[in-house]
């Protein structure tokens, strides 16, 4: 196997099921019986506003509950002591692998302690609940919405990290069903540049087929495993 210098892990709602917060298609993955896909699409924010800020306002207030896992405790590690490239892409909206101390990283579909104004594009840390009509701090227009990207939008920072997977010798994929796009399809773009491809997953995903490797088994044993291997090789 041809040494490893640049890693690109990415990670879904899968590495924070330890920590408390539910996934999107395992059992709970319904919102006050709405399917989650029903809430977060343009559609929903206009045609009911206040449905979705409180969507994203009860799982913002909800992070002050819950606290990262080993796996993010693991990725934050290897983020500290990894001495080559490596990027942490999340799909996740939480801010677990930042509080667990990860920097070398990016949310493609936005986070929860941000907000967007609609109007201008500023972007603000936020904190507490953002009802619909809040003013934006930079142009006061009545505009700001959670800085998520809804479905249908275009994720965040792909450029970089298509660069980054086209210049990685391995990616890994963690806690992540591959079934949204183009999250789903980074694995055959790392392999057709040659990176070697391996999956931590609870169960097989809809992705599995594309690794090189699949190792199932739970986030917050699977990850500290692998971290522990690329750290000691
Ligand atoms: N450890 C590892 N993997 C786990 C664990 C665990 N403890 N618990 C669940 N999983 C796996 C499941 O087997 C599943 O494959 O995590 C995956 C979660 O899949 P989803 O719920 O589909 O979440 P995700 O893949 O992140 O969804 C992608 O879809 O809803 C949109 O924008 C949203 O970012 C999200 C995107």
């Not at 879904?12 to 709970?28: H, N, V």
């Not at 009802?131 to 965040?156: H, K, L, N, S």
């Not at 057709?192 to 391996?198: E, F, I, P, S």
Request: charged share 25%; hydrophobic share 40%; glycine share 10%.
């Amino acid at each position: 196997m041809h040494p490893v210098r640049n890693i690109v892990i990415l990670t879904g709602a899968g590495i924070s099921a330890e920590s408390g917060i539910a996934t999107f298609r395992g059992p709970g993955g319904l919102w006050e019986g709405h399917r989650v896909e029903d809430v977060c699409t343009p559609e929903a924010l206009a045609a009911d506003p206040e449905l979705v800020h409180r969507f994203y306002d009860l799982r913002r207030a909800a992070l002050s509950g819950v606290a990262p896992n080993a796996a993010h405790e693991a990725l934050a590690r290897l983020d500290r002591e990894w001495p080559g490239d490596l990027l942490i892409v999340t799909q996740n909206v939480d801010d677990l692998h930042e509080r667990a101390g990860a920097t070398r990283m990016l949310h493609m579909h936005g986070a929860l302690k941000r907000a967007l104004c609609a109007a201008c594009g500023e972007r603000f840390d936020w904190q507490g609940d953002l009802p619909p009509g809040t003013p934006c701090p930079a142009c006061a227009a009545p505009r700001m919405r959670p800085d998520i990207v809804f479905f249908g939008e275009i994720p965040y920072h792909m450029d970089r990290i298509e660069a980054a997977l086209s210049e990685a010798d391995l990616f890994v994929s963690i806690g992540t069903s591959g079934a949204v796009y183009p999250a789903a399809g980074f694995v055959r773009m790392a392999s057709a540049h040659g990176a070697r491809t391996l999956e931590l997953n609870l169960d097989r995903s809809e992705g599995s087929g594309w690794f090189d490797e699949s190792r199932l088994g739970p986030a917050g044993r699977r990850v500290p495993e692998w971290v522990e291997q690329m750290l000691s090789a």
